[in-house]
């Protein structure tokens, strides 16, 4: 089956889910890829799952599209209402480990997206694309199939169970004052509760559902999203905001002093507190973590492991490991805990309370002492670099054979990276886009500057362009 077919918008079928804007993403297509999706979890002998969406205004009603095409095919599917990822897959428990998530996660507004579990596991890119295929062959573009808006609902007895759950796991010994940005995604209301029920004084951002997102995409991996959560833990002098992105399996976590602190740094301080119970262990992170991660990993006596990057890969590693993975975490904010607690998948608000609860067993232990071992990189975010039209995979291998011409470590797991003394550059092709993504960072701002030329001197000769990109790339 060709994927060109009848202009199938096969680009938002991507490595690790399904997402794309809702001019491509119709309830048309959304019917397809539930044929598939039900294709897929028969072929595997599964007969329930559970079906959650996000904040998004299209999500109720694309989450109907497929409970109906579930039970025209006779699969159980059994409609959660508007959750967190992270939800959606602790009930999915209960549904032989089956679950769908209608949700673009972080994306903007106009975007909506597909994720699902089988058996607890995200699917592998070739499943994505089997359902790809599927949907490919029965999409009919003029079905026209009409919505009307719908509620989002809230599955009450749901989030009592996640929130029995967490309740269970977490122990504070003391209380503290947060600031909680739901950022208007679908993590929001359950994570006050928690939170409340846990004794925290809460200050409370955006953590009504909202599918318009009237400030901006519920993304806090960007700075600028982060200006009212920043501000107001300074005003409140809260010992923590935390900020969760669109569907609640991402975190990210301001300090008392209102400095947002890097994956990197968080990796590292989970990397401690699991270690500490599982000495010798591995922890997994992807190939945009920084040198400190693995080097932090070492010295604490773990294994470092270093993979793709992708949260359902990690996810899926994790779950492969048979427990020799503690812990995995990933440059964008996901955290998942396998060290006894935790559920097994990156779930924001359960990270978060991992930090509470590892600074309440200290009387005056602050998020800013804790990470003191872990300084703050010099680094780059990651940086969106155009392909100029040049094939990507000629691009990355002109780079590999210049790179022998230094003293670095190569690794291909998923472009190229390099690794020296001090730092490291990589740069890799986007599952999505015509893009590279290209990420520095070294132990001072002098040789963040070497390694960035570094790059730029292998490409210069044949790829101008992109070379001069990465020079200018803020």
């Not at 009848?6 to 297509?29: M, N, W």
């Not at 070739?126 to 009307?148: G, H, M, R, T």
């Not at 440059?331 to 309440?360: K, P, Q």
Request: charged share 20%; glycine share 8%.
């Amino acid at each position: 089956m060709n994927l060109q077919n009848k202009k199938f918008p096969s680009q938002i079928f991507r490595a690790y889910d399904i997402r794309g804007h809702i001019s491509l993403l119709t309830p048309e297509l959304v019917k397809a890829i539930a044929y598939g999706l039900v294709m897929q979890y028969q072929k595997l002998g599964q007969t329930q799952l559970a079906i959650g969406y996000d904040a998004r205004l299209t999500s109720p009603q694309y989450a109907e599209i497929i409970r109906q095409v579930c039970e025209e095919k006779g699969l159980y599917a059994i409609i959660i209402g508007c959750c967190s990822t992270p939800l959606l897959y602790f009930i999915a428990r209960q549904f032989e480990g089956n679950g769908i998530m209608l949700t673009a996660s972080h994306n903007a507004k106009t975007d909506n997206g597909v994720k699902w579990i089988i058996q607890g596991e995200p699917p592998c890119p070739d499943q994505i694309q089997q359902v790809a295929l599927a949907a490919c062959s029965i999409f009919a573009p003029e079905e026209k199939i009409l919505i009307e808006p719908m509620q989002h609902e809230i599955g009450v007895k749901y989030c009592l169970e996640y929130q029995h759950a967490l309740l269970k796991d977490i122990q504070l010994k003391r209380p503290f004052k947060v600031v909680l940005d739901g950022l208007n995604g679908s993590a929001g209301r359950c994570a006050v509760l928690v939170l409340k029920k846990m004794g925290c004084d809460l200050t409370l951002i955006r953590c009504e559902a909202n599918g318009h997102f009237p400030d901006h995409a519920p993304d806090p991996s960007q700075e600028k999203h982060l200006v009212e959560l920043r501000k107001t833990v300074l005003e409140q002098q809260a010992d923590i905001g935390i900020a969760l992105d669109g569907d609640g399996d991402r975190l990210v976590l301001i300090n008392e002093n209102g400095t947002t602190i890097s994956a990197d740094r968080l990796l590292s301080l989970f990397s401690e507190i699991c270690l500490k119970t599982h000495p010798g262990h591995e922890v997994v992170f992807d190939v945009k973590c920084s040198t400190m991660v693995a080097n932090t990993v070492r010295h604490l006596g773990g294994q470092a492991k270093m993979i793709r990057t992708g949260s359902s890969f990690l996810r899926s590693y994790m779950a492969k490991s048979q427990g020799k993975a503690v812990f995995g975490g990933e440059y964008a904010g996901h955290y998942v805990f396998n060290d006894g607690r935790g559920f097994g998948y990156d779930d924001g608000l359960y990270a978060a309370l991992r930090v509470l609860e590892y600074l309440s067993q200290q009387p005056d232990l602050t998020l800013s002492k804790a990470l003191l071992a872990y300084p703050e990189r010099s680094c780059t975010e990651d940086l969106y670099i155009s392909t100029h039209s040049e094939e990507p995979t000629a691009v990355l291998h002109d780079v590999e054979v210049k790179s022998h011409d230094f003293d670095a470590q190569l690794s291909k797991i998923d472009g190229v990276r390099l690794d020296f003394e001090d730092g490291f550059g990589i740069i890799r092709a986007s599952n999505t886009g015509e893009y590279f993504t290209v990420r520095f960072d070294a132990d001072n701002p002098v040789r963040l500057n070497d390694i960035r030329h570094t790059f730029v001197s292998m490409l210069s000769d044949r790829y101008p362009q992109i070379a001069q990109d990465i020079l200018d790339a803020q």
